[in-house]
T-cell receptor, first 115, second 114 residues
Framework: DTGVSQDPRHKITKRGQNVTFRCDPI?????LYWYRQTLGQGPEFLTY????????KSRLLSDRFSAERPKGSFSTLEIQRTEQGDSAMYLC?????????????FGAGTRLSVL | AQTVTQSQPEMSVQEAETVTLSCTYD???????LFWYKQPPSRQMILVIR??????QNATENRFSVNFQKAAKSFSLKISDSQLGDTAMYFC???????????FGKGTKLSVKP
């Protein structure tokens, strides 16, 4: 396994711009999760997919946020009309369909700075 | 609502000593999983240890062990023979049997001093 991969690692944008992040899970992991982590806090759940189906969305995921996993492999998280409060680390994790399905493996994250 | 509480924002320990990090949680579920994750500075989160709630035996992984007290809803992590590489943020996390996402505590920043 090559691990969970996230791109880009860092993103600096101006308020009002749209940004898109990509996550490539561990191959054959059917579940994929997005979390947001602000400084000094633990990660907060945003949304998760089982294969291509988006099964749950947090109330943190406002209308400006959208996530997709079109073929059940990689996923994208888009933030429209970014605000300074969106500045955070965005983490992606994946888990398998087997007996260890509750173990989530994390990527290195995308750090977003909104100026 | 399910919550995870870590009451120690920061801790320090001397190299080779033992340290215990505290975690309490609240849930009405009977089937769930508890985790400790480690997040080194500027590096990705990695799993340290996992405990299934239906198992009475405490999980151990080399120098890491847990004290799982289900009735008290307590899940502490003991690190024995602390090493400099153990310096990191440690997060306690919970997931219910029927849900997908993890619920994290705010973390404990552990510093191992030489």
């Amino acid at each position: 396994d090559t691990g969970v991969s996230q791109d880009p690692r860092h993103k600096i944008t101006k308020r009002g711009q749209n940004v898109t992040f990509r996550c490539d899970p561990i191959s054959e992991h059917n579940r994929l999760y997005w979390y947001r982590q602000t400084l000094g806090q633990g990660p907060e759940f945003l949304t998760y997919f089982q294969n291509e189906a988006q099964l749950e969305k947090s109330r943190l995921l406002s209308d400006r946020f959208s996530a997709e996993r079109p073929k059940g492999s990689f996923s994208t998280l888009e933030i429209q009309r970014t605000e300074q409060g969106d500045s955070a680390m965005y983490l992606c994790a994946s888990s398998s369909r087997g007996t260890a399905k509750n173990i989530q493996y994390f990527g290195a994250g995308t750090r977003l700075s909104v100026l | 609502a399910q919550t995870v509480t870590q009451s120690q924002p920061e801790m320090s320990v001397q190299e080779a000593e033992t340290v215990t990090l505290s975690c309490t949680y609240d849930t009405s579920e009977n089937n769930y999983y508890l985790f400790w994750y480690k997040q080194p500075p500027s590096r990705q989160m990695i799993l340290v240890i996992r405990q299934e709630a239906y198992k009475q035996q405490n999980a151990t992984e080399n120098r890491f062990s847990v004290n799982f007290q289900k009735a008290a809803k307590s899940f502490s992590l003991k690190i024995s023979d602390s090493q400099l590489g153990d310096t990191a943020m440690y997060f306690c996390a919970f997931t219910g049997g029927s849900q997908g996402n993890l619920i994290f505590g705010k973390g404990t920043k552990l510093s191992v001093k030489p």
